[in-house]
């Protein structure tokens, strides 16, 4: 009797110890949300590939959130900053990645689309403007733990702006002024090159 009771006794804590081998291997898998802090700088079009007009380098950052798939991930970028003379700029995108998988790094490529803001402090210094903005980006995350990881990005970018003024003009008979509102903008390519950080959870 007690040969068959011992069996009956062990059976449930093999069941427990099958149950947990899943669950171990489960905890390697990879986390599905990603948040990053990056900072950027940024070449114009220019001949000289000077320094992006009306950033700072400190004046473009962004924050971002992303869902991880197989091997995609799509998420939100959110950038901002300064502008070069006394104002800002906002800029939320939408963002899908393909992803390349090593062991501790993974590379991707994507494109991102968004609606751009950017505000004068001053009317001296030209109308606020509103626009969109499109590109394409390839980077990399090498991680240094589970967590947290090192993210290099470099990318292309095209933005068109536009944004209403209202022009005063001088009476030809010099007896008053009147106005007239006026429609101006501008289109860019720029190639921004950023660093930062990534936490996964």
């Not at 001949?47 to 924050?63: P, T």
């Not at 939408?94 to 992803?99: E, F, G």
């Not at 494109?111 to 903005?133: I, K, T």
Request: aromatic share 14%; glycine share 12%.
């Amino acid at each position: 009797m007690k040969k068959i009771l011992l069996p009956l006794l062990l059976l449930p804590f093999g069941v427990f110890a099958q149950e947990v081998a899943p669950d171990s291997s489960a905890a390697q898998k990879p986390l599905k949300w990603e948040v990053g802090l990056n900072n950027s700088i940024a070449f114009s079009t220019d001949d000289n590939l000077v320094f992006y007009d009306d950033m700072f380098v400190l004046g473009r950052n962004s924050v971002s959130v992303y869902r991880n798939f197989k091997t995609v991930q799509a998420g939100l970028i959110v950038e901002g900053g300064v502008l070069a003379i006394d104002g800002w700029w906002l800029s939320p995108q939408a963002v899908v990645n393909y992803k390349v998988a090593f062991r501790k790094f993974y590379a991707y490529s994507g494109g991102v689309a968004g609606y751009v803001r950017e505000q004068s402090a001053s009317w001296l210094y030209g109308p606020s403007m509103n626009g969109f903005v499109s590109g394409a980006q390839v980077g990399g995350v090498y991680n240094l733990g589970k967590r947290f990881g090192l993210n290099l990005e470099a990318g292309v970018r095209f933005k068109h702006m536009s944004g209403t003024v209202t022009v005063i003009h001088e009476n030809g008979t010099g007896t008053g002024t009147f106005t007239t509102t006026e429609v101006v903008g501008y289109s860019d390519v720029y190639f921004p090159v950023s660093v930062g950080v990534r936490y996964s959870f």
